[in-house]
């Protein structure tokens, strides 16, 4: 499994930006799709970005899309990234990373996540 640390939450207004990052650890990074995904006080964790083990394949939640972009650095540092644009108090959540092995049908594993909170 790889191991994943997020980093770059904090405070910002809304409208505002925030760039969070996720390292991961491991040569097989490259093997694995990677997510984001956010869950709010009282509210279930829900799916945000995902790409592609190839970093060619990108999908977004609606309330999200045209805002955020997520990215990928395979070769580097093995990060992932997500930009997050044209913030609103509705995005205040813990976020966090995921990673899914290739052929595999759900997440293997998790970061501890990172909070984001979008003041009015």
């Known amino acids: 499994q790889v191991q994943l640390v997020e980093s770059g939450g904090g405070l910002v207004q809304a409208g505002g930006s925030l760039r969070l990052s996720c390292a991961a650890s491991?040569?097989?990074?490259?093997?694995?799709?990677m997510g984001w995904f956010r869950q709010a006080p009282g509210k279930e964790r829900e799916f945000v970005a995902v790409i592609s083990w190839s970093g060619g394949s990108t999908d977004y939640a609606d309330s999200v899309k045209g805002r955020f972009t997520i990215s990928r650095d395979s070769v580097t540092n093995y990060r992932v990234y997500l930009q997050m644009n044209t913030l609103k108090p509705e995005d205040t959540a813990i976020y966090y990373c995921?990673?899914?092995?290739?052929?595999?049908?759900?997440?293997?594993?998790w970061g501890q996540g990172t909070q984001v909170t979008v003041s009015t």
């Open positions: 995921a990673a899914q092995a290739i052929g595999a049908t759900k997440w293997n594993s």
């Open positions: 491991g040569r097989t990074f490259r093997r694995y799709a």
